[in-house]
């Protein structure tokens, strides 16, 4: 009883509040963006919006990125007008509502939830991981930053992985609206929960006062945030294409009086600060290509999920899943069905979805040995149930890496904060080879891949996500001048917002690769040019940021 009171004293007493919030929102968020890429692409006649994968992986890429962009406004507004708090208490009721909003008919509904989301998630997501930081500023928390953030990045994969299969319950039951209107729930839920724990940050919620370096309030939205919407739209409006499409080119270009934005933030900056603030935003710059690789879990993990994986359920649980609306029936008898090309693409006629006398998709590559007598019916699992797999893995692996960490800590060799996220690239790099390989065995796609090597793939990134996520927050909490937390916070959002447009772009790349193994060199080579770079600055970084303990 003695040492779980001693342990639980390590930690402030906020944090399962914060933890549980984090939780339900993030179930909320990953619900949507898990079923997000099926149902722009799903035809018409199921619920969907029955757009070109390219099409939709452009939309996936934008949203994503938008998603993470807004944190750089909101968190100046919290930093310098809102406080904390506040600022997530909006946020978080943008996100539900936008969520709720998604259940309604017509793309107008569609792109005002959207924004609703994009908005809010830019007043909730810095500010809730800055007012955790604040809580391990504490002198007796100090030494348990690190392994505090993993704990509370548990959470949100906690969220991350039961809201799958909710998201497979709704929508096979009652259909796409429904499992939208669901994330909402969760978001309201989470909220709820910061409610019941406000006595016990509402300490940590203080402003930082402006510094004389400090850009106005006035200034940044007249010369960061209007040129960024001025130039976004010339970007969006140019004849043809600079990067691919007119969002790609849109969000390229309005990033960049933003990016101006924190480059002047360092070069105004007082000696004492200039060298964390250029020691993190070179970690930002070479964390986007981490993320352009890690979030095309959305995109073209799913169409491999989706596509080329044998979802056949267990005998053993099939009746059970079918009974309980977690399995997807498909039965191999022709029958009118939506119209594929050989990649797995709807075919169209002046823009509508074909159909054909035929059997489902799903049996289009599976091998003869598994394919069902004539009339008989497979069990499927949902293809957003393997969006479950990576937090899964998280949740497990979680206590094993803070308890190898602690373990190296006792014995003075833990490695910087800025050394494990060298490694958490080098080991994200060795996950594309793990689908390399799949696609040889499965011959191209010319056959189903065994699950596994999902399974596989999500363990071996997840372990480098557990060394490079987390440890992004942690070490913004812990270099930043005070003043400017949730601000530097809303710049690492920025970098996972590029990296975020970049996975779409890349992952719209996907009908144009013939061999499918040749798409994920090009993810291998990306990574290990940024293991690279991380670790040639590794001497310097760890020179210029020391860490506060």
Not at 285 to 297: G, R
Request: net charge neutral; charged share 15%; aromatic share 14%.
């Amino acid at each position: 009883m003695t040492q779980a009171l001693n342990a639980a004293r390590k930690h402030p007493t906020a944090l399962p509040f914060l933890f549980l919030t984090e939780m339900w929102e993030r179930f909320g968020y990953y619900l949507m963006i898990g079923i997000f890429q099926l149902y722009l692409m799903d035809p018409t006649s199921t619920g969907g919006l029955a757009m070109e994968r390219k099409d939709a992986a452009d939309i996936y890429g934008t949203f994503i990125a938008l998603v993470f962009l807004t944190p750089f406004i909101g968190g100046l507004l919290a930093d310098r007008i809102l406080g904390y708090t506040k600022a997530i208490y909006i946020g978080g009721t943008l996100m539900g509502l936008g969520y709720m909003g998604l259940a309604l008919p017509g793309m107008t509904a569609f792109y005002t939830s959207l924004a609703l989301i994009i908005v809010g998630n830019g007043f909730f997501k810095p500010n809730i991981s800055t007012l955790l930081g604040n809580l391990y500023n504490e002198d007796r928390y100090r030494a348990q930053k690190d392994s505090g953030y993993n704990i509370f990045y548990m959470g949100i994969n906690v969220g991350a992985c039961i809201c799958n299969l909710f998201a497979a319950y709704m929508r096979n039951k009652y259909g796409w609206g429904y499992a939208f209107a669901t994330a909402g729930v969760g978001m309201f839920i989470g909220l709820a929960v910061f409610c019941f724990g406000m006595k016990h940050f509402r300490h940590a919620d203080v402003k930082k006062p402006a510094q004389k370096e400090d850009m106005p309030l006035s200034k940044v939205f007249g010369t960061v945030l209007l040129p960024a919407v001025i130039v976004g739209i010339g970007g969006w409006s140019i004849p043809g294409n600079v990067f691919g499409s007119d969002s790609t080119d849109a969000f390229i270009f309005a990033t960049i009086p933003v990016i101006i934005f924190y480059v002047g933030l360092y070069l105004r900056a007082s000696l004492e600060d200039k060298k964390p603030l250029v020691g993190l935003l070179s970690i930002f710059a070479v964390s986007i290509l981490f993320w352009a690789v890690f979030k095309q879990n959305g995109t073209a993990l799913t169409t491999w999920a989706q596509y080329y994986t044998d979802r056949e359920l267990p005998a053993a649980i099939a009746p059970a899943a079918n009974d309980l609306y977690l399995a997807e029936r498909v039965v191999n008898a022709n029958d009118t069905v939506p119209q594929y090309d050989d990649e797995f693409r709807l075919v169209k006629v002046d823009g509508v979805a074909q159909t054909e006398i035929g059997k489902p998709v799903y049996f289009k590559n599976l091998q003869p040995e598994l394919m069902p007598a004539e009339g008989e019916t497979l069990y499927l699992g949902n293809t957003e149930l393997f969006q479950a797999i990576n937090p899964l893995w998280v949740i497990i692996l979680t206590p094993l890496v803070v308890a190898f960490f602690a373990f190296l800590r006792r014995r003075g060799m833990e490695p910087s904060t800025a050394s494990k996220i060298g490694w958490g690239l080098l080991v994200s790099a060795l996950s594309t080879l793990v689908m390399v390989w799949a696609v040889k065995i499965c011959d191209n796609g010319e056959i189903k891949a065994s699950s596994w090597w999902l399974i596989a793939t999500y363990g071996v990134v997840t372990i480098g996500e557990l060394m490079l996520s987390p440890m992004g927050l942690s070490l913004v909490s812990k270099v930043s001048p005070k003043r400017l937390t949730a601000l530097m916070m809303g710049g690492w959002f920025l970098s996972t917002s590029i990296g975020n447009k970049l996975s779409g772009v890349l992952a719209s790349l996907w009908d144009t690769y013939a061999d499918k193994a040749d798409f994920f060199w090009v993810n291998f080579a990306l990574l290990g040019v940024a293991t690279l770079i991380m670790f040639a600055m590794l001497r310097w970084l760890n020179r210029i940021i020391p860490e506060q303990k």
